[in-house]
């Protein structure tokens, strides 16, 4: 299976590795560590250096409760970390719902859209159909960040999440994305329980079904401390085992925070012929 962005068609015969960039004050995981351009920056460079395969900058903190930037603060965070990440020879995607922001990426010359509201926002989708052979990443979310873990509730989580990604997928499709630049994602931790998103991880096999890659964020996600006790920064080995559990049920990039030690597991699961595609 491959899948198009605009300057690089990826090979996914093997799990790619998609590094974050925050480029938030206020992100729950990394609290803002990487704030500032510059260390954006310099971040980008560590990752790909630790094994990144596409990079992932994001201006909007999707934590519950968390400040909405607005436009020109989103894009004041994002767009000199974007033109720095493009001149890296690697597929830049861009974490963002806003058409503003999407356009003036994509003219930036990022190659790929990561959209946690699988471009339902006003524009969006208009936005991306204005460039050709741009990468997109549709996610699932139940309500909006900032309820959706008031009180999550499903009857079947992972037909529920299928069925809203087909949807998805068919509208973007329709509007004149090709079917071979989407990703699809089931959104862990978005508007879900740490039950639900234990079913979904069991169950996600399914959403193979569709036909189109599935990329999939766990790292450090507030699940993976209910099930070890673990606070954020103890989460990496959690994160990595939910990465190649993700991989072995279908996942075919795993974005992830703590890059170097995924790529690490992921070379010995693929030495030990546990990456079968
Ligand atoms: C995800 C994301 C995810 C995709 C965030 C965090 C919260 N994009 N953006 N999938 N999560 N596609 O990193 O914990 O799971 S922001």
Request: proline share 5%; aromatic share 4%; with cysteine.
């Amino acid at each position: 299976m491959w899948w198009q962005t605009r300057r690089f068609r990826l090979d996914l015969s093997r799990p790619l590795v998609m590094g974050i960039v925050n480029v938030t004050p206020d992100s729950f995981s990394d609290g803002g560590l990487h704030a500032s351009p510059e260390a954006a920056c310099q971040h980008c460079e560590q990752l790909l250096n630790e094994g990144a395969d596409i990079l992932d900058i994001g201006g909007e903190s999707t934590r519950p409760g968390a400040h909405t930037p607005s436009v020109a603060e989103e894009l004041a965070r994002v767009l000199p970390v974007v033109q720095h990440a493009v001149t890296l020879r690697v597929p830049v995607s861009v974490d963002t719902s806003r058409a503003e922001v999407i356009s003036a990426v994509l003219d930036a010359g990022a190659d790929i859209i990561n959209d946690v509201r699988a471009l339902q926002s006003p524009g969006s989708l208009q936005a991306v159909t204005r460039y050709t052979g741009v990468g997109v990443c549709l996610m699932h979310m139940q309500g909006d960040p900032h309820s959706m873990q008031q009180a999550p509730h499903y009857d079947d989580v992972v037909a529920e999440v299928q069925q809203f990604l087909a949807q998805r997928l068919a509208a973007v499709t329709q509007a004149g994305v090709p079917e071979d630049c989407i990703t699809l994602d089931p959104g862990y931790g978005f508007g879900k329980t740490a039950a639900h998103n234990v079913a979904l991880l069991q169950g996600q096999a399914a959403l193979s079904a569709l036909g189109r890659p599935l990329l999939i964020g766990w790292s450090r996600k507030r699940t993976l401390g209910e099930i070890t006790g673990k606070p954020v920064h103890e989460r990496v080995a959690a994160s990595v085992a939910a990465a190649l559990a993700a991989v072995s049920r279908g996942a075919h990039i795993v974005r992830v925070h703590d890059v170097a030690a995924t790529v690490d597991a992921l070379k010995v699961w693929a030495a030990a012929g546990l990456v079968t595609r």
